[in-house]
């Protein structure tokens, strides 16, 4: 299970008082789904998204409910110790693990991952400038593989106005980047694109993250999934280009080369290396698929 998360790349969000889209969105192509008990529910609605939930992952095979995170409230809310019962119960049948927002400390991390067991996983979503300021905490936890930016709450929480661009984000996103990379998890993974008619939109959104060393990306929507994909699989251009300099510098005895005309070094194979990494796990997407 802990793979599954580390080497995904689409996070689907699905309502959990809505059961009958997790099959759907199992088949969506997205790598994994999250069954949402915080923001997509009611509060009306708590008790009967936890029950709805576990009567859907009942009817999951294994392979299935290993793909499936669930986003539980926040330690603050009057939900929360009723959701780590749930919690418990649905990791014990085989669920990946939790989505934990709003997170600030390691102690949440610890309540949450002793609810769950030792082979769930957590990933903690950063929503909050307390939370960015905990962010190398919140990644050396026990049982977090991935850090998760919540980019709308976090704007509300620092009373930022941010454009279309999100520019006034590049440093809050890159602090989650090296927070990660710092604590040797698998890449952060980027928030919302909240158009969900506007594949542009995403796709430049998707395209940001890459570049700016994101492993993935949330997602409301299936139509999303894919143009995530497109903008983080590498194209056969780029997979022949990799494949070319990995030969050049064999063929150099590790040592510094040309390939049309530039310089290939260490640090030009190891993007390389990343670029046929990300090739293969899309390829194992599509033969998953």
Not at 166 to 179: C, F, G, K, N, S
Not at 229 to 253: I, K, M, T, Y
């Amino acid at each position: 299970m802990t793979d599954f998360v580390r080497n995904a790349c689409s996070f689907l969000f699905v309502p959990a008082t809505q059961p009958e889209r997790l099959p759907k969105a199992l088949a969506s192509g997205a790598d994994m789904v999250i069954a949402d008990w915080e923001d997509a529910v009611a509060p009306a609605d708590k008790e009967r998204a936890r029950a709805a939930l576990a009567e859907a992952v009942a009817a999951l095979q294994p392979a299935q409910r290993a793909r499936l995170l669930v986003r539980i409230n926040s330690e603050g809310s009057p939900w929360f110790s009723a959701d780590l019962q749930a919690l418990a119960q649905l990791t014990a049948q085989g669920l990946a693990g939790a989505v934990v927002p709003k997170a600030e400390s390691d102690a949440t991390l610890q309540a949450v991952a002793q609810a769950a067991g030792p082979q769930a996983v957590l990933v903690p979503l950063v929503e909050s400038v307390a939370g960015l300021s905990a962010a190398d905490t919140l990644a050396g936890a026990p049982q977090v593989v991935r850090l998760a930016f919540g980019h709308l709450d976090f704007q509300v929480d620092a009373g930022m106005a941010c454009g279309e661009t999100e520019e006034e984000l590049l440093p809050v996103r890159m602090a989650l980047v090296l927070a990660s990379r710092r604590a040797g998890l698998a890449a952060s993974i980027d928030g919302v694109t909240v158009d969900t008619r506007n594949p542009e939109r995403m796709a430049r959104d998707s395209e940001r993250a890459r570049r700016m060393g994101f492993g993935g990306k949330l997602c409301i929507h299936p139509a999303q999934v894919p143009v995530l994909h497109a903008a983080f699989d590498p194209d056969d251009v780029a997979v022949a280009h990799a494949l070319r300099v990995q030969q050049a510098l064999q063929l150099a005895g590790g040592g510094v080369c040309v390939l049309d005309g530039r310089m290939v070094d260490a640090p030009v194979l190891a993007q390389a290396q990343q670029t046929l990494l990300r090739h293969a796990r899309a390829q194992q997407r599509l033969a998953a698929d």
